[in-house]
């Protein structure tokens, strides 16, 4: 699980995430929403250890994974390879469960990560993540640029992973028709700050929310 | 002919000395974006470190890989400097390294004093085609090649060695996976020691070397890697080859003095062809 208490990251001056606070509990699948700038991916890489807040706590119980946003494989090295440096903190360098999971992954297994398409590399840093075997899946952008039917595909994973696993995952995503459909609660946030969070049904029937991130009517 | 042959072997191991280099400055700019000045510094600190032991009766074997493991110790301490501070830019570790060079000079003089030194190498010679070749020249060229070998294996085979190559390529992902990627860089630095110690090692026999020899040697170095743009190895190595048979060459048919500017030449003409094309060094780092 998450457990994020009155978190402040800067990047010098710039207030990036400005008091956040925000769990995610065992099992949980739980949406991230917001505008461009908003600094999602700031708490993303927060939770993931490569940022240092400012002030607030992070508590994660179980090992995170997380997949960043763009795609961010290793151009010079294989798909196996690729695969197989994901499992540096779970020792585990055997890929072929991932391969299991994704079949196209298998069959790309020897060509460099650099030639692959956006959407098959973002399959490989799907695969990268999985290899962590772990707890906790932060999820960067699934859907940005990816056709619908991988998009749909690689979220139906996501949700497998969840029932048979108890994988917990928080997924930040631009597309929030997807999000409310695999996850039941949601956060906003909006210039650093967090300005709505529930149930992803009554954030549907929140006007700005619907507004802002279903294409409802503006009002 | 024979004297062609001759300056052939001899320019080949010159230009392997110069590709040992030029693998440890492209190792350490690939894994850190940093462009390693100390590089020649290893060489001569190895050198200067078996000329003594062999002096003290050290027996050899023992005394080179002694001082190929000082250099490979002097490399880690040069990361150190250079990359140890969070947030240090390429730029500024590569100022670091300028200094760790100079204070090596200092280093060098108080302890070995400021004339060259030599070591004993293997003393006998063969004949190959009718040219007279020392057989340290031909040592120092299976010395390479087998140096050569192994890293390309150590960057294709193993786990670590393509987490070392991860981090080149991408070194945020990297550290999204859990890669400690200043450790990497100060592995890549110490490899940096390790492969300028050899250089330094085998080169001894063949020229006196001292305080001062490490700028010869990053001259060439670097000329050899610029034409792999600073990240291709093996283009290197053909560059440092290139490099070595031309300066012998320009010695031994009566140019000697002008050792020196046949690097920088090359070096200049390489850059500018570079620069004409669209792949600069810049651009490949981002
Ligand atoms: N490395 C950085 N240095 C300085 N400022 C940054 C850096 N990264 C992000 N920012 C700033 O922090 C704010 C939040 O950025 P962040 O990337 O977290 O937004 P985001 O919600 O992920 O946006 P997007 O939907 O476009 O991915 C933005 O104003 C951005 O300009
Ligand atoms: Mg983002």
Redesign the interface.
């Known amino acids: 699980m998450i457990d994020v208490r009155d978190l402040v990251v800067s990047y010098g001056a710039a207030t990036a995430l400005d008091h956040v606070t925000l769990s995610v509990r065992r099992g949980e699948m739980v949406a991230l929403l917001g505008p461009n700038g908003a600094g999602k991916s700031t708490l993303a890489n927060t939770l993931a250890g490569l940022l240092t807040p400012a002030s607030g706590t992070v508590r994660i119980d179980g090992r995170l994974a997380l997949i960043p946003e763009g795609r961010q494989v290793f151009p010079d090295l294989s798909v196996a390879d690729n695969l197989a440096l994901g499992g540096w903190r779970s020792r585990q360098r055997d890929p072929s469960f991932v391969y299991q999971l994704l079949p196209q992954l298998a069959e790309l297994s020897g060509r460099r990560a650099g030639v692959l398409s956006g959407g098959e590399q973002q399959m490989v840093a799907f695969g990268q993540a999985l290899m962590a075997r772990p707890d906790v899946l932060v999820v960067d952008e699934l859907s940005l640029g990816l056709a619908p039917l991988l998009t749909a595909r690689l979220a139906e994973h996501l949700a497998e992973l969840n029932r048979t696993h108890g994988l917990t995952v928080l997924l930040i995503e631009q597309n929030a028709r997807l999000a409310f459909e695999l996850c039941r609660r949601a956060y906003v946030l909006e210039s650093a700050r967090v300005v709505a969070e529930g149930e992803c049904a009554e954030l549907a029937d929140d006007p700005r929310v619907a507004g802002a991130y279903l294409g409802g009517a503006i009002t | 002919m024979s004297a062609f042959i001759g300056y052939l072997l001899n320019g080949l191991a010159v230009g392997c000395a110069i590709a040992l280099i030029a693998s440890g400055l492209v190792t350490i700019y690939r894994v850190t974006g940093v462009v390693n000045f100390a590089q020649g510094t290893f060489a001569v600190v190895a050198g200067l470190c078996t000329s003594s032991l062999l002096g003290l009766g050290v027996p050899h074997g023992v005394s080179e890989v002694a001082a190929v493991l000082v250099a490979a110790l002097a490399g880690l301490l040069t990361g150190l400097a250079a990359t140890g501070k969070r947030d240090t830019t390429p730029l500024s570790s590569l100022i670091v390294t300028l200094g760790v060079g100079v204070l090596a000079y200092a280093v060098e003089i108080v302890l070995w004093g400021d004339q060259p030194r030599s070591a004993p190498g293997l003393a006998s010679s063969v004949t190959i085609a009718g040219a007279r070749v020392q057989t340290q020249h031909l040592l120092v060229i299976a010395v390479t090649a087998a140096t050569f070998v192994l890293l390309v294996l150590f960057f294709g085979r193993t786990?670590l060695g393509?987490?070392l190559?991860?981090c080149?390529?991408?070194p945020?992902?990297?550290?999204?996976?859990?890669?400690d990627t200043r450790l990497m860089g100060l592995l890549a630095f110490a490899l940096g020691g390790l492969l300028g110690g050899i250089a330094g090692v085998l080169v001894t026999p063949l020229r006196p070397i001292s305080f001062d020899t490490d700028v010869t040697l990053i001259v060439n170095g670097f000329a050899a890697a610029v034409f792999g743009a600073l990240t291709r190895p093996g283009v290197a190595l053909g560059g440092a080859l290139l490099l070595g048979v031309a300066e012998t060459m320009a010695a031994g048919y009566g140019y000697g003095s002008h050792q020196l500017e046949v690097a920088l030449g090359l070096m200049l003409v390489v850059m500018v062809v570079q620069a004409g094309r669209r792949s600069t060094i810049h651009q490949e780092t981002v």
């Open positions: 786990y393509k987490a190559t991860a080149a390529s991408n945020f992902a990297a550290r999204v996976i859990g890669i």
